[in-house]
């Protein structure tokens, strides 16, 4: 299993990033989350098969029809065992 925590910058937010992220991180059985932060950027967990984990890490650097993402940064994170499914938090 592995776990990483992100943060794409650029135009993510009023696109539906987070719904095609949620919908993308189903999609792969991907366990996590994805939010909004006060500065425009949207970052999220997202846990998993190594596969998926990565395949879903390159959805995000293009993101839904409508964003431009200029950055994606990531970090390997720990393992969430309380995390069921795949939600958008506030």
């Known amino acids: 299993m592995k776990a990483v925590r992100f943060c794409a910058v650029g135009r993510v937010q009023g696109v539906f990033f987070r719904a095609a992220t949620r919908q993308i991180g189903q ?9 909004n932060r006060g500065d425009g950027a949207v970052e999220g967990h997202i846990q998993g098969d190594e596969p998926a984990v990565e395949a879903m890490l390159d959805w995000c650097r293009e993101g839904p029809p409508g964003a431009e993402v200029e950055r994606l940064t990531w970090e390997p994170a720990p393992v969430d065992t309380t995390l069921a499914g795949f939600s958008i938090r506030p």
């Open 27 to 35: 999609n792969l059985g991907l366990r996590g989350w994805v939010r």
